[in-house]
């Protein structure tokens, strides 16, 4: 743009020269009408820098909503990547928590299982030690019995 507007500023010095050159007009009258020329340059120029300003005063602007906008979004996505793994984080906690108490449920009831193997086991070998003892005792008497009726035997057949 700024070639565009400089090959424009020296087309139209260019042809104002040519024109006050040629012009059928009395040196007074060229001076004034060349002093109007550059009156209305320096006031076509004036525009143009004011309307340059402006531009220049919007694309600030524009810039500064567009770095805002980026912040904001910056700072929005932030806090959801935060809160994301803050939820996730609180996820991985109740699962553990979970995973423990159900562990822990379980060494409970395993424990409780033994227990009760370990009774019953108990109670059967108790069981089985009193009808051992009963079953050794019955036989001490059929032994002790038998032992009587064959030396009773023993006798009656030494006596006759």
Excluded: C, W
């Excluded at 020296?10 to 009408?33: C, D, M």
């Excluded at 550059?38 to 820098?49: I, P, S, T």
């Excluded at 449920?105 to 108990?122: P, Y």
């Amino acid at each position: 743009m700024s070639s565009k507007f400089s090959s424009f500023v020296k087309g139209v010095l260019v042809g104002l020269g040519v024109g006050f050159l040629v012009a059928p007009r009395s040196g007074k009258e060229t001076r004034k009408e060349i002093g109007h020329k550059f009156g209305d340059l320096r006031e076509q120029g004036m525009e143009y820098a004011d309307l340059a300003a402006e531009k220049g005063a919007e694309l600030s602007d524009t810039s500064k909503h567009a770095v805002q906008d980026v912040r904001e979004s910056l700072v929005d996505s932030s806090q959801n990547l935060r809160s994301t793994l803050s939820d996730a984080a609180q996820d991985v906690q109740h699962t553990t928590e979970d995973f423990v108490s159900e562990v822990g449920d379980q060494a409970k009831d395993a424990k409780e299982d033994v227990k009760e193997t370990a009774q019953s086991a108990k109670e059967d070998v108790k069981d089985e030690a009193e009808d051992t003892a009963k079953d050794t005792k019955d036989a001490k008497e059929d032994v002790e019995k038998d032992a009587k009726d064959t030396a009773k035997d023993a006798k009656q057949n030494a006596k006759k």
